[in-house]
């Protein structure tokens, strides 16, 4: 069962202040894309990141600014593993939006515990639906968020873990949902999909709130790479069957303002295990209408990934493989060498298996996250943007 209890605005009006470190980063590489591996440079969080607790005390703070948002910390016990997990969640509303129709949407960041950069967008992002533009956002919207849902796996990369992707019991939450799930052998250690479907209580809770929502928007916010995608992610054969034109569509207009990267159908290699993920189960068992999945930062070569990505469109069949499936053929070789979460290719597996053990340390802050202040900035900013751009065209479309 699920457990509720609202958070007290505790930090009302008080700023929150982390005191500023001095860091000396040295670039060594071009990570992994280039085949260069990069040195650790800093054991430390950049002071321009949050830690779990700075999440948790910005969002409190939102409270008391905000009167259109709502915190609630939802617990979820879990008896098998002897721990509970606790995510924070908030509501944005307009106050007089009563019974009218709106477009319900549901966020989920930080499933991946290095992806430092998701909750940081998240939280960005919930600032941006309190600021200025907060009437005429909501008012054909409102909003569910899950900012940091591996936080106990989040804490620990703050603390220097900086490859750790699973949760603590060793489970990648993006493949443990219900969804043509698989689990056998050939998982490696950051893609194993649990015992069995819903096994973490990270996803029970996560199932159990998008469920009682019911949204008719769905997002999913990861890096590592750049790419926007919409269901399928488990195989070649079956294509998003609801609203599929409209969602290319979508991320058609939202790539050429934000991205200029990957963007289509998610899919994976036939032959290729690979289970559901959450993007695939809320669009199958919720039927939401809209779900995609955005990666929305890449520490290697943007030039090199845009430039490739821009051959594979010049042939004269790719724009409908890429509406299909981009694990077809044709784009296979662009996946396997820079690898998503959510276009599988047999050829990644050992090839991702090598190069994550060879990137180590400070190295893979940096291939997940920005390490550069104004990087930084420029990431949350463009996305926030590239979040409110899609609900309006989903808005304009329900």
């Known amino acids: 069962g699920l457990f509720y209890s609202t958070q007290p605005a505790a930090l009302a009006g008080r700023p929150i202040v982390r005191m500023?470190?001095?860091?000396?980063?040295?670039?060594?590489?071009?990570?992994?894309?280039a085949k260069v591996r990069l040195q650790p440079a800093s054991e430390s969080l950049p002071p321009f990141y949050h830690t779990s607790e700075e999440l948790r005390e910005e969002l409190q703070h939102l409270v008391s600014t905000c009167p259109e948002l709502t915190l609630k910390t939802h617990w979820a016990p879990n008896a098998s593993f002897g721990r509970s997990v606790q995510l924070d969640v908030i509501s944005i509303k307009a106050k007089d939006?009563?019974?009218?129709?709106?477009?319900?949407?549901?966020?989920?960041?930080?499933?991946?515990?290095?992806?430092?950069?998701?909750?940081?967008?998240?939280?960005?992002?919930?600032?941006?639906?309190?600021?200025?533009?907060?009437?005429?956002?909501?008012?054909?919207?409102?909003?569910?968020?899950?900012?940091?849902?591996?936080?106990?796996?989040?804490?620990?990369?703050?603390?220097?873990?900086?490859?750790?992707?699973?949760?603590?019991?060793?489970?990648?939450?993006?493949r443990n949902w219900d969804e043509h799930?698989?689990?056998?052998?050939?998982?490696?250690?950051?893609?194993?999909?649990?015992?069995?479907?819903?096994?973490?209580?990270?996803?029970?809770?996560?199932?159990?709130?998008?469920s009682a929502y019911r949204p008719t928007t769905f997002f999913t916010i990861h890096s590592g790479t750049l790419g926007m995608y919409m269901p399928w992610a488990f195989d070649m054969q079956h294509l998003a069957d609801r609203n599929q034109q409209s969602m290319m569509e979508i991320l058609k207009k939202v790539d050429e303002d934000h991205c200029q990267c990957p963007f289509g159908a998610a899919g994976k290699e036939v032959g290729y295990s690979c289970p559901g993920t959450c993007l695939d189960w809320v669009f199958d068992q919720l039927k939401t209408p809209y779900c995609f999945a955005y990666e929305i930062y890449y520490g290697g070569s943007l030039s090199q990934l845009r430039d490739r990505w821009q051959d594979k469109l010049q042939w004269p069949g790719a724009s409908l493989l890429q509406e299909q499936n981009l694990a077809h053929e044709h784009f296979k070789d662009l996946f396997a060498h820079f690898l998503s979460s959510f276009i599988q290719v047999a050829s990644q597996a050992e090839q991702a298996?090598?190069?994550?053990?060879?990137?180590?340390?400070?190295?893979?802050?940096?291939?997940?996250?920005?390490?550069?202040?104004?990087?930084?900035?420029?990431t949350i900013e463009n996305w926030s943007n590239a979040y409110l751009d899609t609900v309006a065209e989903v808005t304009s479309r329900l």
């Open 181 to 210: 799930w698989e689990g056998d052998a050939s998982f490696g250690k950051d893609t194993n999909p649990g015992e069995t479907p819903f096994s973490e209580p990270e996803t029970q809770l996560l199932k159990q709130l998008v």
């Open 353 to 378: 298996l090598q190069e994550l053990n060879e990137l180590q340390g400070f190295a893979c802050f940096k291939m997940f996250n920005p390490d550069t202040e104004e990087k930084y900035r420029e």
């Open 20 to 33: 500023k470190h001095v860091l000396v980063v040295v670039a060594l590489g071009t990570a992994i894309a």
């Open 97 to 174: 939006a009563g019974a009218k129709k709106l477009n319900k949407v549901f966020m989920l960041f930080g499933e991946h515990a290095r992806e430092l950069i998701s909750a940081e967008s998240g939280l960005h992002f919930a600032k941006t639906l309190c600021g200025e533009r907060k009437e005429a956002i909501l008012r054909g919207n409102e909003f569910m968020m899950v900012i940091n849902a591996n936080p106990e796996s989040r804490s620990r990369v703050e603390k220097g873990e900086w490859c750790l992707r699973v949760n603590p019991n060793g489970v990648d939450l993006n």
